[in-house]
């Protein structure tokens, strides 16, 4: 069946379809590389003190996401219009899940990791200016439970996530501009560290067996550093938040999610495979800022600086993506008048959704002042597994409930590849739910709070 493109210029919701292919596969790499790649492999390493089960892991946590990338991309192609996954499951399931999913995504997924990735930005950025740390604290205000202190970091912090708010609400093609550039600046600048270590490595990282001999940890360990992996590669669906904005969405959404997401798990595994022949096991295990280490055994003094201006680079495009990205979740919830209903317009000169933007830039500059977001991150993380498995379902349920509907793009090894990207997905919820029930049971009751909102919103609505 022959499909009509949209306009390249006008979207029906009245934004501008200005982000074209290459744009949308660094919009995919740009919103996953922040902080993680350079701090998860040290306590990967102490769970599985592993080269080769190292690798595996990041391994199939790309594959996952592979799976995963090509199961959303038939229902990105078949709803071409801002939202992304609150659609799918809108279409799927019903308002409610829909609802519940953007809720906890604005309260916590992606406001909190926008808080979290600009907190590590100052972080790094301290290294430059160490008056600007996290730990230098320069306001304290008397409150119920005790002293509310806030250090220079955490203005730094909120400050930039202003800066991107701003330069989000004035236009599209600022925003994806800004996130082109520092993509391409900061995976220039991580491919650094293999090219060295290729040059001055001098590690033997021994591959086999894959499972030595005095491993004796239980399967769970291997599960636990997978969900660090999967939440490396965590973000890489916000391309389909932004269909509204792309050109050409029924192919380009596809494209950015199979080729952003594979080249992504190319250099994750290069990167890992550098950390393997710079630094020891022994070396490795337990460290948090492993990039920082391997950096300067390679290159020295130099090696850390130039990592620490790589980082700062890398989470401030890793939120200049998230942010252009996650504002369309609140747009599109808005348009349904379930939630906040004024965000769901479009600024009559800039063409963007500019009262959501504003929303979420406000409520991450919080919760990075709060330094709430460490703990809510981690209670939502729970949900936010148990939403990609509802994700995933969503396509055989579209597939049996909306047969007729076009499909531009099919997903490649249906029902074979969707299926293990759910049971996968499953797989390590059930392992979240044992190694962590308070958390996990306690992330529900964050997306639970969301029920008397939805009502309310119901309600108000007939």
């Not at 596969?25 to 919103?31: A, H, Q």
């Not at 972080?123 to 220079?152: C, K, M, R």
Request: proline share 6%; charged share 10%; net charge positive.
């Amino acid at each position: 069946m022959q499909v009509q493109v949209e306009s390249a210029r006008e979207s029906d919701e009245g934004l501008l379809r200005v982000i074209g292919p290459g744009s949308a596969i660094l919009m995919v790499i740009g919103s996953v590389i922040g902080s993680g790649i350079f701090l998860t492999t040290g306590g990967m390493a102490a769970l599985i003190p592993s080269p080769s089960l190292l690798l595996v892991a990041w391994g199939l946590g790309g594959a996952l996401s592979i799976a995963g990338g090509l199961t959303y991309a038939e229902m990105g192609a078949m709803y071409p219009r801002s939202g992304g996954v609150y659609v799918f499951l809108r279409e799927a399931y019903g308002g409610l899940a829909a609802f519940l999913y953007g809720w906890a995504s604005l309260l916590v997924i992606i406001s909190g990791s926008v808080a979290a990735v600009a907190v590590g930005f100052a972080e790094y950025l301290s290294y430059f200016v160490p008056a600007l740390g996290t730990a230098n604290v320069v306001l304290q205000v008397p409150a119920p439970w005790g002293t509310f202190a806030i250090s220079a970091g955490q203005l730094v912090a909120a400050s930039s996530i202003g800066v991107l708010g701003a330069v989000n609400y004035v236009g599209v093609r600022s925003g994806n501009m800004v996130n082109v550039v520092l993509t391409a600046t900061k995976v220039a600048g991580l491919l650094v560290i293999p090219i060295v270590a290729l040059v001055a490595g001098t590690a033997q990282p021994a591959f086999t067996p894959v499972v030595p001999p005095d491993l004796v940890r239980p399967l769970s360990s291997f599960g636990i550093a997978m969900i660090a992996v999967l939440w490396t590669y965590e973000s890489w669906h916000y391309v389909t938040y932004a269909a509204g904005e792309i050109k050409e969405p029924q192919k380009n959404v596809p494209r950015a999610l199979f080729i952003g997401i594979s080249v992504l798990a190319s250099i994750y595994l290069i990167v890992n495979i550098a950390y393997l022949y710079t630094l020891t096991m022994d070396e490795m295990i337990g460290v948090t800022r492993i990039a920082e280490k391997a950096s300067l055994a390679l290159m020295g003094p130099a090696g850390a600086g130039f990592l620490a201006a790589t980082v700062v680079i890398s989470t401030f495009g890793c939120n200049a993506a998230g942010m252009l990205g996650g504002s369309r979740v609140l747009f599109a919830m808005a348009r349904d008048s379930s939630f906040l209903p004024a965000a769901g317009r479009v600024h009559p000169v800039h063409r963007t959704p500019h009262i959501a933007v504003a929303v979420l830039t406000a409520w991450s500059m919080v919760l990075a002042l709060s330094g709430s977001y460490e703990q809510l991150f981690t209670y939502v993380m729970f949900a936010s597994i148990m939403f990609s498995v509802a994700t995933g379902a969503a396509l055989f349920v579209l597939r049996r409930t909306q047969p007729d509907r076009p499909r531009p793009y099919r997903a490649w090894g249906y029902p074979i590849i969707p299926g293990l990207f759910v049971l996968g997905s499953g797989a390590f919820v059930l392992n979240t739910l044992m190694e962590r029930p308070a958390e996990s049971i306690t992330g529900l009751g964050l997306v639970a709070l969301g029920l008397p909102v939805y009502w309310y919103s119901k309600r108000r609505k007939r």
